[in-house]
């Protein structure tokens, strides 16, 4: 049975509900290696087949391991002997099918690169230009087979990128400011071989996006309010518009970006103690999946947008799973994903298909809630969706529990989305803002700062 977390204070319970059309999957999972404390960074790749590969970390050994389902069983094997490895995992695959792996050697810190091509493994250190490099890599191979590596130097997260042509590895700096911007890094290569990265810059806590196109690098800021950018995840559409899901660690929320010409286009998919460890993949219409970690509930939940609706599915609830999720579709849409197991410290695969099409008149009335800008001075801005026909109150509690406004109450409200202006006539303080949808409850925290 699903848990529900209360915010429970004086006077009032605030009971906690998904921000989306929620339902229970039909998923089948598996445990793909059950040896102590696997499955860490995990990343995978389908093949020309839609046969599931898998490169994560051996936590006990310290090892980067790879698993391929052969069609009757899971070939596991460690990628590189000679070396340790310390975390960031990342993998690709070519064309033919064979695996790109980026990851991380602790001593010194390097980055470190394997592939494989019929034979035995490959390894090589990519990048000797300072003693702590490597740091949330990720790899994509573009499509003359090179490979691409977005990562940051661990000290100061300066932001690097590498890629291998003609058998020699260039390192650049894609973002001007060089110290403290390129932490959780995720890239993707057009259909031009131009590279696109998502990454955190961690002195501004923006979330950032650059591309490279015609030999030049341009880096601009996606989203800038509060700390933002946490687990990102980036992948382009059938016009090569980027999308890119990542963690709002000030308001505990997954967001999602887009940009279709020159503008970005900012969504809340889920909210409230949801959206670490985030990964995406777009579907042959082109429709935003992401997998993500319920924080709160310790589940692995699933997320599609159809049109301006959410629809999410609960794929994992036994125990705390869903750390380390990667996301990946097949050529029917049909979903699969791996993650870490914390509960019994395993790598377990799950596969699935989703609801894509959301008929608006089978929408549960479940509500959804944000406040923007958070935490803020003078007038913040409140935007609520029903998703059916009801009554509707918004009201203000401090942090007793006591109501000290009520926003609006309305016996019978329509289904749609709402923004109400809110300017508070208190002092600065932490502020609760509660709706009720017919009998769905959902809350958020405000800082007011005067």
């Known amino acids: 049975m699903r ?35 696997v499955g860490y960074y995990s990343s995978l790749e389908l093949d020309s087949q839609g046969n599931p590969h898998i490169a994560y970390m051996d936590n006990w050994n310290n090892k980067v391991k790879y698993a391929v389902w052969t069609g009757a069983s899971w070939s596991i094997e460690i990628v590189d002997d000679t070396a340790d490895a310390a975390n960031r995992v990342s ?19 390097r980055l470190r690169y394997a592939t494989k091509s019929g034979g035995g ?33 661990t000290n100061f997260f300066e932001f690097r990128y ?27 290569i057009d259909a031009q071989c131009n590279p696109h990265i998502s990454y955190q810059d961690v002195t501004n806590k923006n979330l950032k996006y650059v591309v490279k196109s015609a ?25 090569g518009n980027p999308h890119i899901s990542y963690f709002d660690d000030t308001n505990d929320r997954l967001r999602y970006a887009t940009k279709v010409g020159t503008d970005w286009s900012l969504d809340t998919p889920d909210s409230y ?54 996301l990946a579709l097949d050529a029917d849409d049909k979903v699969h994903i791996s993650y870490f197991d914390e509960t019994n410290r395993h790598l377990k695969f799950t596969e699935g298909t989703v609801a894509t099409g959301v008929d608006r008149r089978r929408v549960p009335a479940v509500v959804t809630l944000d406040v923007f800008p958070n935490p803020f ?72 700062v005067k």
Request: charged letters at 20%.
């Open 162 to 188: 590498a890629v291998k042509t003609g058998g020699v590895w260039t390192i650049e700096t894609p973002d001007d400011a060089e110290a403290w911007t390129g932490r959780f890094t995720s890239i993707a």
């Open 3 to 37: 848990r529900l977390v209360n915010l429970q204070f004086t006077a009032i319970v605030l009971a906690v509900c998904f921000a989306t059309t929620v339902r229970a999957g039909s998923f089948t999972t598996v445990t793909v290696d059950t040896m102590r404390s």
């Open 215 to 239: 030999g030049d690098w341009s880096a601009e800021v996606v989203e800038a309010t509060g700390d933002v950018g946490f687990h990102t995840a980036l992948a382009l559409d059938s016009q």
């Open 273 to 326: 103690g949801v959206g670490q460890y985030t990964s995406l993949a777009i579907d042959s219409h082109d429709n935003p999946h992401i997998s993500y970690y319920d924080f709160t509930n310790l589940d692995l939940l699933h997320t599609v947008k159809v049109g301006t609706w959410w629809s999410t599915t609960l794929v994992d609830t036994s125990g705390d799973v869903g750390r380390y999720t990667s």
């Open 91 to 109: 993998l690709a695959l070519d064309a033919s099918d064979n695996p790109h792996i980026s990851y991380v050697s602790p001593i010194p810190i």
């Open 377 to 448: 001075n003078n007038k913040t801005s409140i935007t609520y969706a029903m998703g059916r026909d009801g009554p509707v109150t918004v009201e203000i509690f401090d942090v007793l529990g006591r109501r000290v406004e009520t926003l609006l109450s309305d016996r019978h409200k329509l289904s749609g989305r709402y923004q109400i202006d809110w300017t508070p006539r208190y002092s600065s303080g932490v502020y609760f803002i509660r709706i009720l949808a017919g009998k769905h409850v959902q809350a958020r925290k405000a800082l007011v």
């Open 121 to 153: 493994w490959l390894t090589e250190t990519v990048d000797n230009t300072s003693s702590s490099n490597g740091s949330h890599s990720s790899i994509a191979v573009d499509c003359n087979g090179d490979p691409h590596i977005a990562y940051s130097e």
